[in-house]
Nanobody
């Protein structure tokens, strides 16, 4: 049983920063590509960022490039999303997700494991 648990969400003013964490357990983390997705109220879930198991490949949706950084620590079995210059459009529930393969994907349907989500609210 794979378990992903997010933390680090909260309320922040526009222009502020937050760092999300995702703790993984239950299967070899180092062999899994990982990603962050988000879902705003009334909107579909969208891809935010992804990272390969080797850490070599990272991908971002255009709206967060230059502001968000995805990283992972395989020794600590953790995934992170550092978010800077936040704006109200970033308000959403953020989900950590994992694949059974080391290759990155931006398609949520290709992820096998999901966390319960953590709320990020950015006030104007």
């Amino acid at each position: 049983q794979v378990r992903l648990v997010e933390s680090g969400g909260g309320l922040v003013q526009a222009g502020g920063s937050l760092k999300l964490s995702c703790a993984a357990s239950g299967r070899p983390f180092s062999g899994s590509a990982m990603g962050w997705f988000r879902q705003a109220p009334g909107k579909e879930r969208e891809f935010v960022a992804a990272i390969s198991c080797s850490v070599i490949d990272t991908y971002y949706t255009d709206s967060v490039k230059g502001r968000f950084t995805i990283s992972r620590n395989n020794a600590k079995i953790s995934l992170y999303l550092e978010m800077n210059s936040l704006n109200p459009e970033d308000t959403a529930v953020y989900f950590c997700a994992g694949r059974q393969v080391p290759v990155v994907s931006m398609n949520g349907y290709e992820y096998n494991y999901w966390g319960q989500g953590t709320q990020v609210t950015v006030s104007s």
